[in-house]
């Protein structure tokens, strides 16, 4: 199997009875819906408008974790501690929520006040000045496989020995079992066994001086399609008996210096970025600002 972006090039002539033939395919990604956030607004929320203005925010409950004295019994008064998984996330969300022009209570300040005990989450929040409580039910990193809808679209072409296109041909069906048994069956399996990262949001927007639940939020944002699994694929058969796949010269063009426009010049940092890491940050961020702008036209005019 060959991966090729281009017509492929050969540099060997074959000569009888055989037909050359090109195959390209390509995953061709299904139709995305507007908004896949699920949404309930209660009726309280209209009665709300332009009252919410500091808003405190509560982290998942799993972002504390119980000291080793706590856990083991060693004493009764040690307190909870925040665990450091959390921190990306709800500072992402703070963030949103201060560019959306809020007055944030942070999540670590809201934490320190439950874990001595002694108050409720909404008491807790209105002694701190908050009239909006984001109680974050959960925010998750998961994996994900390709969205339904998504396709292969595989296409045959006449070709000559150095691989130029002539014209669309048809394969017979046991020509087109054998080339996909050496070709697109593998490509298609390895492109669809790849995962995708996404980040799930459950939240619900308390009204404090009420104490009422009043809008309810819940989205996944998924990273979109990398470029190696929707670009196209192509590969040359020389096909006789039986149809065999032809390995192909590649040739990489290096630009010169002339050629070479700098828009940027970046210091490389100590030790290596990792790139996961990156789009997680990057789908958070998404899927933060969203249930922002969505909060925001509930509880603003």
Not at 137 to 165: M, V, W
Request: with cysteine; net charge positive.
């Amino acid at each position: 199997m060959l991966k090729l972006t281009s017509v492929v090039a050969l540099s060997l002539a074959f000569t009888g009875c055989s037909s050359h033939y090109l195959v390209t395919t390509k995953l061709v990604p299904g139709q995305k819906s507007s908004s896949s956030a699920e949404i309930v607004e209660s009726s309280a929320a209209s009665s709300v408008k332009d009252k919410i203005t500091k808003i405190a925010i509560k982290a998942p409950d799993t972002c504390a974790n119980q000291t080793v004295g706590s856990t083991s019994g060693a004493s009764s008064n040690v307190s909870t501690v925040v665990a450091t998984r959390c921190g990306v996330e709800m500072a992402a969300l703070e963030r949103s929520l201060a560019r959306a022009g809020y007055e944030v209570i942070s999540w670590k300040l809201m934490d320190e006040g439950l874990s001595r005990g002694g108050k409720s989450l909404a008491k807790l929040a209105e002694e701190l000045g908050a009239d909006g409580l984001v109680q974050v039910n959960s925010l998750e990193k998961n994996k994900s496989k390709i969205p339904g809808g998504a396709r292969f679209e595989t296409s045959y072409y006449s070709s000559n020995s150095s691989g130029a296109l002539l014209k669309p041909a048809k394969i017979s069906p046991p020509r087109e079992q054998v080339i996909g048994d050496q070709f697109l069956n593998p490509l298609h399996k390895n492109i669809s066994s790849k995962t995708l990262l996404s980040v799930n949001l459950d939240a619900t927007l308390i009204y404090v001086p009420t104490q009422q639940a009043i809008w309810f939020y819940k989205n996944a944002v998924l990273e979109p399609l990398s470029d190696d699994m929707t670009q196209e694929y192509s590969q040359l058969f020389k096909c006789g008996d039986p149809c065999l796949p032809l390995s192909a010269k590649t040739t990489q063009t290096k630009p010169s210096k002339a050629d070479v426009v700098t828009g940027r010049v970046d210091n490389v940092a100590d030790g290596e970025i990792d790139p996961e890491a990156a789009r997680y940050s990057q789908l958070v961020r998404q899927v933060v600002d969203d249930f922002t702008n969505k909060a925001t036209k509930v509880i603003r005019n």
